[in-house]
């Protein structure tokens, strides 16, 4: 670790105790420190998370200035998220009651723009494309049916071929 960053944002065993990937946090920090060309001119959300104490306490005191610099931050004036009780009923109504489990838990936890870019490319997929095919056909009565989404041309025939009804005859 770089010299000079443990000490001012707790301690090394804060890595191995912690819930968060801190280790990588403060990797982070210390690429963006040498990239401005000044400690903490910048300070990484998850940096300003983990002194916030998102993650729970930290082990030791951190540098009065570098907190009083991370709390300065949008980020840092941030409400805390301190875990409270959320419920299924609570991500029903932010997100919406009909939506899957699946999307529901995803919404939950990720922004909502890569959630709509993984929807739509299932959209777009070949599996997504033949089961809305094949639900255009279900209600047809028709031995041979062929469909088409403009992108996509799909044929079925339903019902017994000529080829298995005249070996059941003979």
Do not use: H
């Amino acid at each position: 670790m770089p010299a000079g960053l443990w000490p001012e944002s707790s301690s090394p065993t804060s890595a191995a105790c912690s819930p968060a990937p801190t280790a990588q946090y403060i990797v982070t920090q210390a690429t963006l420190n040498v990239i401005t060309g000044e400690r903490y001119k910048q300070i990484s959300d998850e940096v300003i998370d983990l002194l916030r104490g998102d993650f729970g306490p930290l082990p030791g005191a951190v540098n009065p200035e570098l907190m009083d610099r991370a709390m300065a931050t949008k980020r840092g004036q941030q409400p805390v998220n301190d875990g409270g009780e959320v419920t299924i009923a609570d991500l029903r109504r932010r997100f919406g009651a009909t939506i899957s489990d699946e999307e529901l838990l995803l919404r939950a936890v990720m922004p909502a723009e890569q959630v709509d870019t993984m929807y739509a490319a299932k959209k777009n997929s070949a599996t997504s494309t033949l089961q809305r095919l094949l639900a255009a056909v279900d209600d047809r009565p028709s031995t041979l049916v062929s469909v088409s989404d403009g992108t996509t041309k799909f044929s079925i025939q339903r019902g017994p071929s000529e080829n298995a009804a005249q070996g059941a005859t003979a």
